[in-house]
């Protein structure tokens, strides 16, 4: 155990999987009080049972595109805790699609989770760290720095969630509210989103995917959802106290081309 976050209060949404399951662990780790959000509660539960923690985190559920309960989340943090220090936008979903053949349904839906869920999540920590700072850490994705012809929804919302993370880095230091924002870039990793994604692609599309993350990542592998969590250790820790409106980039060097 260590102390990189001692006494500090953290929400992670999107906890019960994946990138945020990782982050929730390492901030638990390094001494953190968490409250750790998702859509799939019992997947939460059961994600979080399995670890013999001596100081377990709220595992709440909720819906990151439904602004009613962000307002609950706030009453829940400031009477229990009192207090945010940070705060990670991390749900997401992808789909599949061109901007010739994304449904309707699907880029909105996309949009709503990633994007506005962000946006609401900025907001809602932005409220409570005003008094006394904090740290907001908005996953984005390279699929917000490059483009992908297979996955125009979700390269609009990750754009989004870079652009954005800027604006309200400026706003924050420009009202001296001493919060810092930043968003984190994930590469290539083996997640359930991934796993999931792959299931559904022809074999000859997951064949070639295959190929160019062997060929085209420097590092020549994934990454693992550990490493993004190191990162967001490091944004939510005081060792970044001079860092905000940054792109963190982990992604093997699969955008240095």
């Known amino acids: 155990m260590g102390d990189r976050l001692k006494n500090k209060v953290a929400v ?3 906890g019960a999987s994946g990138l945020g399951y990782a982050t929730a662990l390492r901030f638990m780790e390094e001494g953190a009080k968490l409250i750790i959000t998702d859509i799939n509660e019992d997947a939460l539960h059961a994600a979080f049972e ?13 819906d990151v595109t439904d602004e009613e309960g962000w307002k609950d989340l706030n009453k829940h943090v400031s009477n229990n805790f009192g207090k945010l220090n940070i705060m990670v936008n991390n749900a997401g979903i992808v789909f599949r699609g061109t901007v010739e053949d994304t449904p ?7 949009q709503a989770v990633n994007l506005d869920g962000v946006f609401m999540g900025t907001r809602f920590a932005v409220e409570l760290m005003k008094p006394n700072g904090g740290s907001i850490i908005n996953i984005s994705s390279i699929e917000g720095l490059i483009g992908n012809a297979t996955c125009a929804a ?31 870039h994930p590469g290539f990793m083996r997640t359930p989103m991934v796993d999931n994604a792959l299931e559904t692609m022809p074999k000859h599309e997951v064949d070639a995917l295959l190929k160019t993350m062997a060929t085209e990542i ?11 969590a190191d990162g967001c250790l490091y944004l939510a820790s005081d060792e970044s106290k001079y860092v905000t409106g940054a792109e963190l980039v982990i992604d093997g060097g699969f955008t240095c081309r």
């Not at 592998?221 to 550990?226: I, L, R, T, V």
Request: charged share 25%; net charge neutral.
């Open 12 to 14: 992670v949404t999107g």
């Open 50 to 62: 399995e670890h013999n923690l001596t100081d377990f985190p709220d595992l709440l559920f909720q």
């Open 104 to 110: 309707l349904d699907e880029w909105r839906k996309t």
């Open 154 to 184: 979700y390269n609009a919302s990750k754009g989004g969630v870079r652009i954005f993370t800027k604006s309200a880095a400026l706003h924050c230091a420009a009202q001296n509210y001493k919060i810092r924002v930043n968003s984190v």
């Open 218 to 228: 420097p590092l020549g592998e994934m990454g693992d959802p550990k490493d993004i």
